[in-house]
Each structure stands twice: as structure tokens, then as C-alpha cells.
């Protein structure tokens, strides 16, 4: 059944050539190009608080692209937990590390050529081998909506029971892991900013201080 | 719609994140670019699930977990950049090198140099 849709889509394809798009990719392209450009300034930006706010909206254009690809479900879901909550959480924590909130010559680190070089050319990598390989594939979007709520839940608690407890037994044990972390060393902030000061002094020996600085922090508090 | 369409898009956003990761120095922009790199390979599982339509929906399926184990992800990354920049006063990556092998032994006032600029 698998092999006579792909035959029935790649024949489907063959006559549908890129130089007639219709409607639904006409705006999957101008969506993409939108996303892409947010993508592009969330990791060029030197404004740190600016990276998160394209990132709202690149986050959001791929929302749209879900949609487009009538994946009506995980769009939801991509809005309420990334621009949601992850987006959130990132916010919070540029502002517990005290980001600077104008420009930041800093943003970059050193090896950005080589960034830049390697990011390049994975790209024209992937690209050429992904349209080798699917230039004549064709995607159907018409018929029954393949990820409607209905649908989703559906599959999802009919087939996908057991990853989907174990998964949410892994988001208690990661927020749990959250928690502990940031709450360990409660007292540390004190010695962070004694740390902050002299941390020019300290840094060759910086090992040897964080290993000690945390345990007797705890010793003063108790 | 032509596959093509959202694998090159995924290609790109990917490759960015890539980017992302390999050129910035600020640990939470680089949890961003994960994040993107995350999100590209999602929009290529919800792509290639619609194409194949099977009945396990594997692809849509596979796109919720890692969107959850994106928000535990960025969860713990934060809590660690967050204990980072408490104990440090800084959250650059590049100047967390005290694990970093010392490339010349017999040099270290040129290493010293280095580290505290």
C-alpha cells in the first residue's frame, strides 16, 4: 500500500513541476522565508533580549508551517509550550544572568569564521542531497486531516501509551532536577558576587575555589 | 505540496542553529539555538509523517515527545546556567575552559595570559 502511494504521489509529482505552485505552497515558501529571516537574526542579533523576541517569531512562523502541513495539533501545541513557556523560561533566565540590555559587542565568540564556514557548508550539503532525493515527491494534503485533535489523540493513547507516561515521568524527574539545582546552592549568591569581584585573581584557580565555595557557603547557612 | 519545500527549510533552520551554536558565546543564546535546531528537525518529522501516512502516525507522534524533552531540556539548562553564572558571575562558554587540556606546559605565563584576558 505504501509503495503504490509513493508511486501514485511521485506520478502525482511528475506533473506538478516547482514552476507552478499552488496556493498552500506559495505560502509555505513566503512563511519559510519569513521564519528563516527570524532564525537568521536570533543568532546574529547582538541584543540578547532582542534574540528571544525573533525567536518568538520564528517559533511562530513554524506554527503556521504545522498548520500548513495540516498538522492543526502540534501547531497548538508548538504555540502554547515553546511561545509559550520555553520562550518564557528564556527570557528569565537573561534576566537572572543579568543580560545586558543594549548592544553587547560580546555576543559572538572567536571562532565565528569557523562557525560561519562549517554552518555553510552543512547547509549546501544538506540541501543538495535533500533535493536530490525528494525533487519529485509530492506531498497530498487533501482528504481527512492527518493531525486533527481527533486524530492525535487517537494515535497518540491508542498506540503511543507507554513513551507517553515515560516521557511524562522524565518532564517530573527533569523539573524536579530543575528545582534541586537552582535551589542547592541558595546561598551561593552571596558568595557570587564576593566571587564576581575578585574573579580576575581567581580564575587560573577557579577550580579548586567552586569546589570549595559552595560546601562552606552551606556550612555558614547551617 | 513538494517535500522538498519543508526539507530545504528544515536544512536551513538547522544549519542556522548549527551556526547559533558554534558562534555564540552567551550559554542561554546557544540553548536558543538548539532550540532551533530542535524545532527544524520537528517541522522535518511532522513534514515526512504527512507524506508517508502511516496508521502509528509515527512522525506526529515522535514531534510531541521532543517537544517535551525540549521544555525538560531547557529546564535543566537553565537551572545549570543559572548555578554557572552564580558561582562564576558569567555565563560565556568560552571562558568555562578549567577542564581544558593546558596545549603547552612549559609555556604558562602565556596560558595565564590567555585565560584572564
Known amino acids: 500500500m505504501s509503495l503504490a502511494a509513493t508511486a501514485a504521489t511521485a506520478t502525482a509529482a511528475a506533473e506538478r513541476g516547482f514552476l507552478s505552485p499552488t496556493g498552500v505552497e506559495i505560502t509555505f515558501v513566503l512563511v519559510g522565508l519569513v521564519t528563516l529571516g527570524a532564525a537568521m537574526v536570533t543568532v546574529t542579533t547582538r541584543q540578547l533580549v532582542h534574540a528571544a523576541l525573533w525567536l518568538v517569531m520564528a517559533l511562530g512562523g513554524l506554527a503556521v508551517e504545522y498548520l500548513l502541513l495540516t498538522a492543526e495539533f502540534i501547531a497548538w501545541v508548538q504555540v502554547l509550550i515553546y511561545i509559550g513557556s520555553v520562550v518564557v523560561l528564556l527570557l528569565f533566565g537573561l534576566m537572572l544572568t543579568k543580560a545586558p540590555i543594549g548592544r553587547s559587542p560580546d555576543a559572538d565568540s572567536g571562532n565565528r569564521p569557523v562557525a560561519l564556514a562549517v554552518a555553510l557548508a552543512a547547509a549546501a550539503a544538506l540541501v543538495w542531497v535533500v533535493v536530490d532525493a525528494f525533487r519529485t515527491t509530492w506531498i497530498g494534503l487533501d482528504g481527512p486531516a492527518q493531525g486533527s485533535t481527533e486524530v492525535s489523540g487517537r494515535f497518540l493513547f491508542r498506540n503511543w501509551v507507554l513513551p507517553f507516561e515515560a516521557l511524562s515521568v ?24 564576593a566571587a564576581k569581584v575578585d574573579r580576575t585573581a581567581k580564575v587560573d584557580s577557579a577550580a579548586d575555589e567552586d569546589s570549595g565555595t559552595p560546601g562552606a557557603s552551606g556550612k555558614e547557612q547551617r | 505540496m513538494h517535500l522538498a519545500y519543508p526539507a530545504v527549510l528544515a536544512a536551513l533552520l538547522f544549519c542556522t542553529g548549527l551556526y547559533g551554536v558554534l558562534a555564540r558565546r552567551n550559554a542561554i543564546l546557544v540553548l536558543m539555538s538548539v532550540e532551533l535546531m530542535l524545532n527544524a528537525v520537528n517541522l522535518n518529522l511532522v513534514a515526512f509523517d504527512v507524506w508517508i501516512r502511516d496508521t502509528l502516525h509515527a512522525g506526529q507522534a515522535l514531534t510531541l515527545f521532543v517537544i517535551a524533552i525540549a521544555a525538560a531540556e531547557i529546564g535543566i539548562g537553565l537551572a545549570i546556567v543559572l548555578m554557572v553564572y552564580r558561582n562564576r558571575g558569567s555565563s560565556d562558554v568560552d571562558r568555562l575552559r578549567d577542564t581544558a587540556e593546558r596545549a603547552e606546559p612549559d609555556a604558562p605565563a602565556a596560558e595565564k595570559a590567555e585565560v584572564i584576558a
Open chain 1, 170 to 193: 522524565l518532564l517530573l524527574a527533569a523539573l524536579v532536577g530543575a528545582i534541586a539545582l537552582s535551589r542547592k546552592n541558595g546561598g551561593a549568591a552571596k558568595n557570587g558576587g
